[in-house]
């Protein structure tokens, strides 16, 4: 991984940012000479990733809005408001997710508070923040699931997604004028504990990786990169747009 101090002078928040995808991008995110925001329902956790980054740590419940908009609050008060926001907290319930048929209602509201409205929630206040500092770059994790047949026994988790992309053109055309970009980036098969089930699972594991034209599962560092570029000036006329990081997987 190089560091080339593409985001010195940025304070950037990410949420999710204790562990997996979200981990690695707040750790790029410093290399890269910014000021990081760990946010995270399990605040231990940020806090243990922040110390040794020299980052903030802030819980964040992203499902509760009081938690957000408090966490927001916190973070103007202490003069560490963010210009970048990774919206990437987000679950997926093995088990009890499937398909369409068979999802328990529990499942699926749990499913879309954490990942639709969780976003939903980090986004809108994000906005927010980004309006009182003049704009800014808001970035969202997305998913092959919401791009193709990749998500069928998954109706939940796919349908999140799916409107995470939508909510992304819609507030990207929204606040274009405000100098607030919006953008959706979509990890293929990436091996984090989100996962755990599919890694352990040999003839699982093969078949999505099967179904990689690049042929390997990723990694969460393989979507760091793209992340510093849309959090950069370099992406200042990139809005509404989604940024395949999957390994060919949705080019089929």
């Avoid at 999505?208 to 990694?219: H, K, M, S, W, Y």
Wanted: contains cysteine.
């Amino acid at each position: 991984m190089s560091s080339t101090a593409r985001l010195q002078g940025r304070t950037a928040l990410i949420t999710g940012a204790a562990s997996g995808i979200g981990r690695a991008i707040a750790d790029r995110f410093v290399a890269e000479g910014a000021r990081v925001i760990y946010a995270d329902l399990d605040e231990a956790a940020a806090r243990e990733a922040a110390a040794e980054t020299g980052g903030i740590a802030v819980r964040m419940d992203v499902s509760d809005e009081q938690s957000v908009e408090q966490a927001y609050a916190q973070l103007a008060a202490e003069d560490s408001a963010p210009d970048v926001i990774v919206a990437n907290a987000g679950i997926q319930l093995f088990g009890q997710d499937a398909k369409v048929a068979d999802v328990p209602l529990e499942a699926w509201n749990r499913t879309l508070a954490v990942n639709l409205t969780g976003t939903f929630l980090t986004v809108k206040h994000g906005v927010r923040a980004l309006l009182s500092r003049g704009g800014g770059s808001i970035i969202c994790t997305g998913s092959p699931t919401g791009l193709n047949g990749e998500g069928a026994d998954f109706a939940a988790y796919s349908s999140t997604k799916g409107g995470i992309h939508s909510l992304v053109r819609a507030t990207a055309n929204a606040y274009a004028a405000d100098g607030i970009r919006v953008n959706t980036v979509v990890p293929g098969y990436t091996e984090t504990t989100l996962v755990t089930t599919i890694a352990e699972d040999p003839e699982a594991r093969a078949g999505i990786v099967g179904r990689t034209p690049l042929g390997r599962a990723g990694t969460p560092e393989d979507v760091t990169g793209i992340m510093v570029y849309l959090a950069s000036d370099e992406s200042s006329y990139a809005t509404g747009a989604i940024f395949r990081v999957d390994g060919g997987m949705t080019s089929l």
